[in-house]
């Protein structure tokens, strides 16, 4: 507390590339996903959103719990999902106050949130997934929760799915659960970081702009008309999941890398198989591709591997010992063709400071 009576937490939190893609909700109220999914954190070095929450009994009630993005406020009462969000912290709040009176009533005073991306928002590169993972975290952290990581990962969850896995660093599984009040759809750590710290990513900006259809929308779509989506959710994804989790714990990169390529090829197939279909490569995501193919044929084995999310931007997967390659290949080839990147060698997105 200060001495204006002003509480407050700031955190951070960093941006998940998934390697075996969410794709598809069984419940779009609780955000419950079709099937389990994978990802590596990435370096909060280069890509995260920072979040500041506050609550103080001198925030005029009358205007209630306010969201800052970006330095825009944002209208919290259209969010329902931010509303789940804040009830469900506020909820933890007051059994702490419950349980001990002698607590500050924090969960009676309105809350103020400020939260800042350090890249471009909306533009496939999971910015919803630091969001929700920083908010949930800044505001347990000013409510002093007790609540672990993972079991704070079903609050972030509803936020947007994939920020359940924004919470821990490394490797990342979210369970997609069988439970239909969505307790058990929670994320875990099954690696950190420290396990294969050779691990790289580069980010390629082949577009900043806003993706054209919103995910969840695209996933709605995909379930409802793709006959192609079953045979996904219920036999390829729960085969992969356990050999990608095979392959992090051996780290063997050529079997990470060939589930990573496939499983984002799988993923962008079954939204060609949707109707409308929706496309979210483009021919410079195609050109990374083909490089990556090159790459590899080149050194004669698995040394690199891309994936693509709701957009055309690629992330590249590669081992330290062949940045000079990947990084170099890239940018003499491809740089030309980028927005931005945030490369082997310190280069940042464009507009980063
Ligand atoms: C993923 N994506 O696993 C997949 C791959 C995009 C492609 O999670 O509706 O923003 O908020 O739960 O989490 C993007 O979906 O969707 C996503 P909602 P979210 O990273």
Known sequence: MTDSN????????????????????????????????????????SLRTVTTASCSPNYPATEGDTLTLNGK?????????????????????????????????????????????????????????????????????LYELPQSPTELSRIARQGSGSACRSLQGGYVAWRAGVKEDGSDSLAEEIAPASHWPEMRALILVVSAEKKDVPSTTGMQTTVSTSPLFATRAEHIVPRRMTGMEEAITKRDFAAFADLTMRDSNNFHAVCLDSEPPIFYLNDVSRAAIRLVNDINRLAGKTVAAYTFDAGPNAVIYYLDEVSELVGGTFKTILGGELEGWEGPFGDRLKGVS
């Open 6 to 45: 002003v509480f407050r937490a700031t955190t951070t939190a960093p941006v998940n590339i998934a390697v075996i893609k969410y794709w598809g909700k069984r419940d779009a109220t609780l955000n419950l996903p079709t099937n389990s999914s994978l990802s590596v954190t990435l370096s909060q070095r």
């Open 73 to 141: 406020p944002e209208n919290i009462q259209a969010s329902k999902r931010t509303l789940a969000c804040l009830s469900s912290l506020r909820a933890l709040r007051k059994e702490l106050e419950s349980a001990d009176p002698s607590l500050p009533k924090l969960s009676s005073y309105p809350l103020r949130v400020v939260s800042e991306n350090n890249f471009p928002t909306a533009a496939g590169l999971a910015s919803s997934a630091a969001g929700f993972a920083a908010l949930v975290r800044a505001i347990a952290d």
